[in-house]
């Protein structure tokens, strides 16, 4: 019997229509156009501003979008997954109510919390499911409402972050060197005092303090998470490529985690890798979390064809980092 490998067959994605750029930015806040081009590379983000619509929203427009794209019948979908720091609710997961919506009738479902890293995860989990041969077909999502959890009074971070979904299908395939081929992941636990929620959890749960204190919202010590974010990925990806025989003539993509165009380039110098062969879509999305890497493939995925060597690499709270090595299968 062949090995099975994990295979993604489709790509969907989603992005709210309303569109948030910098010059209406800086009318909100001390900011300008120039300023946050300069230092993170975003021009515009897509907000989700209609009311009662959450994450669950959006990974539902993704999921529905990419089973229309495969023809995939909804009925043999085993496992669903939404990577997201954005639950709509503490419980039940937003996996759960995603799946209900679709209605997948023999699928089992889970959240995943990796912060950014959430969709590489995501996506090696429904691997190690399909590889062991209990799962056939898998839908992961990546998506966030970063827009819920962002501080528009703080010039820092509210330029940064913007709200999508993107979904994959993962399927079982005996065809080989095909698909997920590699990955490594590290925690650290150094991250807790420089990118963190301070308000909402169990050590510290809402109230009129909390509330009137402004502690729901991201708080980032920016030069710190710059700085490990490029020495995290930097050295993540080149570890994958050195054990899997990839450098710059074959390497087709690189996917990073869409967070700073400073870092996307410092991780394609460290590759010797041009920004022709990086996937890049800050500029008009921002920062997404777990959305970015699942958006950039939807975005280019009439640029793929199968067999190309694609390296994916993100870097998000806790701190949590790491990549994977993928062989497009179609």
Not at 45 to 64: C, D, P, Q, W
Not at 89 to 116: E, M
Not at 122 to 130: E, F, H, R, W, Y
Not at 167 to 181: C, D, H, K, P, R
């Amino acid at each position: 019997m062949n090995r099975v490998n994990a295979i993604i067959t489709g790509v969907g994605g989603y992005v709210p229509e309303y569109i948030l750029n910098n010059e209406e930015l800086s009318r909100m806040v001390d900011t300008n156009d120039e300023w946050i081009m300069t230092r993170v590379g975003i021009k515009e983000r897509r907000i989700l501003v209609e009311e009662g619509l959450g994450t669950s929203y959006m990974a539902r427009k993704a999921a529905k979008q990419l089973i229309q794209k495969t023809g995939v019948d909804p009925d043999t979908i085993d496992a669903l997954i939404v990577a997201t720091s954005t639950a709509d609710y503490k419980f039940p997961s937003t996996a759960s109510i995603v799946l209900g919506k679709l209605g997948l009738k023999n699928a089992f479902a889970f959240d995943l919390w990796a912060a950014c890293c959430g969709f590489l995860y995501a996506l090696d989990q429904a691997s190690m499911m399909i590889q062991s041969g209990r799962v056939k077909k898998a839908i992961v999502i990546g998506a966030d409402k970063m827009s819920s959890v962002t501080d528009y009074q703080d010039r820092q971070t509210c330029p940064l972050f913007g709200d999508g979904a993107g979904a994959v299908l993962v399927e079982a395939s005996e065809e080989e060197n095909i698909g997920v081929i590699d990955s490594y992941f590290r925690t650290d636990g150094k991250g807790l005092p420089f990118l963190h929620m301070k308000a909402g959890g169990s050590v510290c749960p809402p109230s009129h303090f909390t509330v009137d204190h402004r502690l729901h919202y991201t708080y980032q010590e920016g030069r710190t998470v710059f700085r490990y974010a490029v020495t995290s990925m930097s050295d993540d990806c080149a570890l994958i490529a050195e054990r899997n025989g990839l450098n710059k003539d074959n390497i087709r993509f690189i996917v990073p985690h869409q967070a700073n165009i400073r870092i996307i380039e410092a991780v394609a110098k460290r590759l010797d890798v041009g920004m022709d062969k990086v996937m890049v879509n800050i500029e008009h999305y921002g920062n997404t979390s777990a959305a970015t890497i699942p958006l950039a493939l939807w975005e280019y995925e009439k640029e793929l064809k199968k067999g190309d060597n694609l390296i994916l690499t993100a870097f998000g709270a806790g701190f949590v980092h790491g990549a994977s090595y993928l062989k497009w299968a179609y």
